[in-house]
């Protein structure tokens, strides 16, 4: 049998303590959560990535995947509500790098740790045969407030912090499309150089407004699916309600794209899904457009069934867990 990383990860859940002092929330989530004092808790995550798997050196500039590496892991810390404090950073490095290669690369790295004021507070060095980078951020929060996968329920509305494909519309036109480049900046962008939101995680999970939340590494498919196994809930969204940006609707024909399958598969966009009740339909979107000056969307809502479905003119079609399989 081949290695499933579902497989993996149920593995790691069976040798993971139920109950045990200071853990709060082990796997299973963005974060894991351990009490750190009596109302404070501290958010760990990790994640690496592989030469040819999460990156291609021949396209990723190494400043940009610099930034890359510590920004999927801040947004796993945003994807709570927490506010990330410190990072550590293990590099495999085969011997034939460049060492102008890996100074771009840790000025990158630092660049937006600074950004969101995380000290590097360690990391390990390793030959390797490709390029491995594997970043640890530590964060805290006011343990009340933790945003978890699990805490939809029946009837939430389900929102989107922003538009969805475009950082599978960059991939791809960083794949097969190098003619493209110059043509949708920020598409190639949105892939190269996402931003995790940190400050509307923050607001969200200061709101007492939201149930649920994690950020979009994976597509909507798929992350939208971890709520609602956590929550025991289902999920409906409907197509017409997912946000697009004008450069991937405008890129889409050209590159012969569809918006909704990179929206619902393509993954790596680092918005923020989360659900909250349909009482607070106006006042969200109210309380962040006042704190930030930007709009959040609605999609659809948390329903009694199991799975995500969704929603295309008359059609209802199941697409739970349609997407990428690897990442956090
Ligand atoms: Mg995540």
Redesign the pocket.
């Known amino acids: 049998m081949t290695f499933s990383e579902r497989n993996f990860i149920k593995q790691i859940e069976a040798l993971t303590p139920a109950s045990i002092d200071g853990l709060i929330k082990g796997i299973g989530d963005?974060c894991a959560v351990l009490a750190k004092s009596r109302d404070q808790a501290t958010l760990l995550?990790t994640d690496t990535l592989i030469e040819s798997v999460h990156f291609d050196p021949a396209w990723h500039p190494p400043y940009l995947l610099g930034r890359k590496a510590a920004a999927?892991n801040i947004?796993?810390i945003a994807?709570m509500g927490g506010q990330p404090l410190f990072a550590l950073l293990s590099v495999g490095v085969p011997a034939a790098t460049e060492e102008d290669w890996l100074d771009q690369f840790m000025t990158g790295f630092q660049s937006m740790l600074e950004e969101h004021n995380i000290i590097l507070i360690g990391g390990d060095t390793v030959s390797s045969p490709a390029l491995m980078f594997s970043v640890t951020v530590i964060g805290e929060m006011e343990t009340e407030k933790v945003l978890y996968r699990s805490g939809a329920r029946q009837d939430d509305l389900i929102w989107v912090s922003g538009p969805l494909g475009e950082a599978a519309a960059g991939l791809e036109i960083c794949r097969s499309h190098k003619k493209e480049y110059g043509r949708w900046p920020s598409l190639v962008k949105a892939h190269l150089d996402p931003k995790p939101g940190v400050k509307l995680g923050r607001i969200l999970a200061k709101s007492d407004m939201v149930n649920s939340m994690?950020?979009?590494?994976d597509g909507i498919a798929t992350?939208l699916a971890h709520i609602c196994t956590a929550s025991s809930t289902g999920a409906e969204i409907r197509a017409e309600d997912i946000p697009f940006s004008e450069s991937l609707l405008q890129a889409a024909p050209t590159l012969h794209l569809n918006p909704l399958s990179l929206a619902l598969r393509g993954g790596e966009d680092y918005q923020l899904i989360f659900t909250s009740s349909p009482e607070h339909a106006t006042s969200l979107p109210r309380l962040v457009r006042d704190q930030t000056g930007g709009e959040i969307f609605s999609i659809g809502r948390i329903t009694s069934g199991q799975g995500v479905t969704l929603l295309d003119n008359d059609r209802r079609k199941d697409i739970s867990f349609q997407g990428y399989e690897h990442?956090?």
């Open positions: 963005d995550t999927v947004s796993d994807a994690m950020d979009v590494s992350d990442g956090g």
